[in-house]
């Protein structure tokens, strides 16, 4: 029996990128929901099943002959949420904080029947701007498909060891600086965009952004991933899903200090301060050279293992107590 049908209204592409909003639908779908994704590309081809529950819708058309009104609307960036869908509840998952966004989460807060939010800044931000209570929900982790090919990619083989990696965005956010500097002493890999207005970094390798399908094959061959950031408030207010999912594969993840990410896995990560100085960048390759030094079998499954209790799943029923709550 199908609990309710739940819209995510048009956002992003489904196939485009793999995050959040992705994994954590998927799960609604597991768990008797349907799923309706509206790709923000309009196309005419007819709608796509992804899984059970779950189907991506192309064209509006469609999904105004096929639903009038939905049980939740489950928004993720407030500037794309269109008010006019009828509703029953209204969920927003924060997951991003911009500056000139703000006048659409103002009314988005007004609105929504349940606000969640993936950091702690990102809740005191709603607090205090909005008024609005925020609950913290954190990220989580597809274990066993990340674990579920280890296969060396063919994009790899003339890569000299250890490869330092960086999968994801980069982003204004992002401490190009800091890149650099890994990238004269490793081999350095971007598997995903690179987005910023800053000449990309010398001898730093780049791999265009691959289907999630591949990621595992990514994610198990590099030896360190790494997240630098500035001190901008995006980075500030979000927290790097990118984080679980090195963790998940074994592999030790050196990063700017980060809130949220030292709260939820402070135990298994190891934070540097904002890099301000040649000497804070410097750090980076000490720091590194540490974390592969002191690497083994031993300090690989206790990472594993400690993603394995991160699952989607998990964060799924949290969801789920507050929308009992609501409905």
Same mark, same amino acid.
């Given at each position: 029996?199908?609990?309710?049908?739940?819209?995510?209204?048009?956002?992003?592409?489904?196939?485009?990128?793999?995050?959040?909003?992705? +994994? &954590? &639908?998927?799960?609604? *779908?597991?768990?008797?929901?349907?799923?309706?994704? @509206?790709? &923000?590309?309009?196309?005419?081809?007819?709608?796509?099943?992804? *899984?059970?529950?779950? !189907?991506?819708?192309?064209?509006?058309?469609?999904?105004?002959?096929?639903?009038? +009104?939905?049980?939740?609307?489950?928004?993720?960036?407030?500037?794309?949420?269109?008010?006019?869908?009828?509703?029953?509840?209204?969920?927003?998952?924060?997951?991003? $904080?911009?500056?000139?966004?703000?006048?659409?989460?103002?009314?988005? +807060?007004?609105?929504?029947?349940?606000?969640?939010?993936? +950091? %702690?800044?990102?809740?005191? $931000?709603?607090?205090?701007?909005?008024?609005?209570?925020?609950?913290?929900?954190?990220?989580?982790?597809?274990?066993?498909?990340?674990?579920?090919?280890?296969?060396?990619?063919?994009?790899?083989?003339?890569?000299?060891?250890?490869?330092? =990696?960086?999968?994801? *965005?980069?982003?204004? !956010?992002?401490?190009?600086?800091?890149?650099?500097?890994?990238? @004269?002493?490793?081999?350095?890999?971007?598997?995903? &965009?690179?987005?910023?207005?800053?000449?990309?970094?010398?001898?730093?390798?780049?791999?265009?952004?691959?289907?999630?399908?591949?990621?595992?094959?990514?994610?198990?061959?590099?030896?360190? =991933?790494?997240?630098?950031?500035?001190?901008?408030?995006?980075?500030?207010?979000?927290?790097?899903?990118?984080?679980?999912?090195?963790?998940?594969?074994?592999?030790?993840?050196?990063?700017?200090?980060? @809130?949220?990410? %030292?709260?939820?896995?402070?135990?298994?990560?190891?934070?540097?301060?904002?890099?301000?100085?040649?000497?804070?960048?410097?750090?980076?390759?000490?720091?590194?050279?540490?974390?592969?030094?002191?690497?083994?079998?031993? @300090?690989?499954?206790?990472?594993?293992?400690?993603?394995?209790? %991160?699952? !989607?799943?998990?964060? $799924?029923?949290?969801?789920?107590?507050?929308?009992?709550?609501?409905?």
């Amino acid at each position: 029996m199908v609990k309710g049908t739940i819209l995510y209204p048009k956002t992003m592409n489904y196939h485009e990128f793999h995050q959040r909003p992705q +994994s &954590l &639908l998927m799960q609604f *779908a597991r768990h008797g929901w349907r799923v309706i994704w @509206e790709n &923000l590309t309009e196309r005419a081809i007819l709608p796509e099943r992804i *899984a059970k529950n779950f !189907w991506v819708y192309h064209n509006k058309d469609d999904l105004q002959e096929d639903f009038d +009104s939905f049980d939740i609307i489950f928004a993720h960036w407030a500037k794309h949420y269109n008010p006019k869908i009828p509703y029953n509840l209204l969920l927003h998952d924060c997951t991003d $904080y911009f500056e000139s966004w703000q006048k659409w989460e103002k009314r988005i +807060s007004k609105t929504a029947d349940i606000v969640t939010c993936v +950091s %702690e800044p990102l809740r005191r $931000y709603f607090k205090n701007e909005f008024n609005r209570n925020a609950t913290v929900i954190s990220n989580g982790v597809d274990y066993k498909h990340l674990n579920s090919n280890k296969r060396m990619p063919p994009e790899f083989k003339h890569f000299k060891r250890p490869i330092i =990696g960086f999968i994801g *965005a980069i982003g204004h !956010w992002s401490d190009i600086s800091v890149f650099q500097t890994i990238s @004269e002493q490793f081999t350095t890999v971007c598997i995903g &965009l690179y987005a910023n207005i800053m000449k990309r970094p010398r001898g730093m390798e780049y791999l265009t952004h691959q289907l999630w399908e591949r990621m595992p094959e990514f994610y198990n061959n590099i030896d360190v =991933g790494i997240i630098p950031t500035t001190d901008h408030p995006t980075a500030v207010h979000a927290v790097p899903l990118k984080a679980w999912e090195y963790l998940a594969c074994g592999k030790p993840v050196v990063a700017t200090e980060n @809130e949220q990410l %030292e709260k939820d896995l402070g135990d298994v990560v190891t934070t540097l301060p904002v890099a301000k100085t040649r000497t804070d960048r410097r750090q980076w390759i000490t720091t590194i050279k540490r974390e592969l030094k002191k690497d083994n079998a031993r @300090e690989k499954q206790k990472r594993m293992e400690r993603m394995e209790k %991160e699952t !989607w799943d998990k964060r $799924y029923h949290q969801f789920e107590v507050l929308i009992e709550e609501k409905l």
